[in-house]
């Protein structure tokens, strides 16, 4: 079975420029998530998507960062402008569902971002 | 509202000596807690986890966890460190009765020593 594809997995941008980030989760899963994971801490959840309605996006910087999930499959996210700040690792997730085991996560191997 | 704290940034072992890993949660409802692993430059992958039912679970790789609940806690341990358990541990926490959106502590590196 295929894992969840991301790309690109490194990208080094200057600040102002704009990004985005793609994600290919396991097919069938339902549950799709966006978590930014800053060096020395732990992944921040950034959208959660169910099919292609957004679930919470509470913690998602709207002014600068956007994400789709077309037809329910693949998802991108969108920065624009980068910030120095948004240097991290953007790590897609899949879940086949939601509820009482969405813990069970797989996750991409991640986008690495550098903002200079 | 869930939170997760995980103890000690850094945690050094000798190879084959007990892995201790702390982690402690915060939850308003009946929590669901996870152990993920993450080695470098790949994602994080699900090490083991506890619903409800048995405390003690047992998880991939010779790990396993157990829920105390008057503790408040879910410390990750395994008898004999081998050099490829060298990694970053996450704790997180999703609440039985509320969002289902896993909660990650800031994780903590497991450093093994020859």
């Known amino acids: 079975e295929a894992g969840v594809a991301q790309s690109p997995r490194y990208k080094i941008i200057e600040k102002r420029q704009s990004v985005a980030f793609w994600c290919n989760p396991i097919?069938?899963?339902?549950?799709l998530y966006w978590y930014q994971q800053i060096l020395g801490q732990g992944p921040k959840l950034l959208i959660q998507?169910?099919?292609?309605?957004?679930?919470?996006d509470s913690q998602l910087p709207k002014d600068r960062f956007s994400a789709e999930r077309l037809k329910g499959v693949d998802s991108t996210l969108k920065i624009q402008p980068a910030k120095l700040e948004d240097s991290a690792v953007y790590l897609c997730?899949?879940?086949?569902?939601?509820?009482?085991?969405?813990?069970?996560?797989?996750f991409g191997e991640g986008s690495r971002l550098t903002v200079l | 509202a869930q939170s997760v704290t995980q103890l000690g940034s850094h945690v050094s072992v000798s190879e084959g000596a007990l892995v201790l890993l702390r982690c402690n949660y915060s939850?308003?409802?009946?929590?669901?807690l996870f152990w993920y692993v993450q080695y470098p430059n790949q994602g994080l992958q699900l090490l083991l986890k506890?619903?409800?039912?048995?405390?003690l679970v047992k998880g991939i790789n010779g790990f396993e966890a157990e829920f105390k609940k008057s503790e408040t806690s879910f410390h990750l341990t395994k008898p004999s460190a081998h050099m490829s358990d060298a990694a970053e541990y996450f704790c997180?926490?999703?609440?039985?009765?509320?969002?289902?959106?896993?909660?990650f502590g800031r994780g903590t590196s497991l450093i093994v020593h020859p």
């Open positions: 998507f169910q099919n292609n309605g957004v679930v919470d």
């Open positions: 939850s308003s409802v009946p929590p669901y």
């Open positions: 997180a926490v999703t609440a039985s009765g509320g969002s289902y959106i896993p909660t």
């Open positions: 997730a899949s879940s086949l569902d939601w509820g009482p085991n969405t813990g069970e996560l797989f």
């Open positions: 097919s069938g899963h339902a549950t």
């Open positions: 506890y619903t409800t039912g048995a405390t």
